[in-house]
């Protein structure tokens, strides 16, 4: 069974970049089966997908401008996790992230990580 962890910062102020590493196991962020995606959910909020990389490596942004804009992830295949990074964050970043392997560029996934609460403040 695959199991996803964030981790990173609970803290970030304005302006800065918030970076969250999901670390995979039981599995391979290599395997075809996946991508490997990262989701947010801002209090009061739905789920907002935010990006995907998939086995071959390849990257897709979510289509809001905002997002894309300032979004980058990556992995580490030695290590078997990903990377999240948003840059120049305001408050209304703060949200829970989530990592997921969903079956698409879709919120359908079959393993989630706990989630991890993000504050953005000063």
């Known amino acids: 069974q695959v199991q996803l962890q964030e981790s990173g910062p609970g803290l970030v102020k304005p302006s800065q970049t918030l970076s969250l590493t999901c670390t995979v196991s039981g599995g391979s962020i290599t395997s075809s089966l996946y991508y490997f995606t990262w989701i947010r959910q801002p209090p009061g909020k739905g789920m907002e997908w935010m990006g995907a990389?998939?086995?071959?490596?390849?990257?897709?942004?979510s289509p809001s401008l905002n997002l894309k804009r300032r979004t980058s992830i990556s992995r580490d295949t030695s290590k078997n996790h990903f990377t999240l990074q948003l840059s120049s964050v305001t408050p209304e970043d703060t949200a829970v992230y989530y990592c997921?392997?969903?079956?698409?560029?879709?919120?359908?996934?079959?393993?989630w990580g706990q989630g991890t609460q993000v504050t953005v403040s000063s």
């Open positions: 990389i998939t086995d071959s490596g390849s990257i897709y942004y």
């Open positions: 997921a392997a969903c079956n698409g560029l879709v919120l359908e996934c079959d393993y």
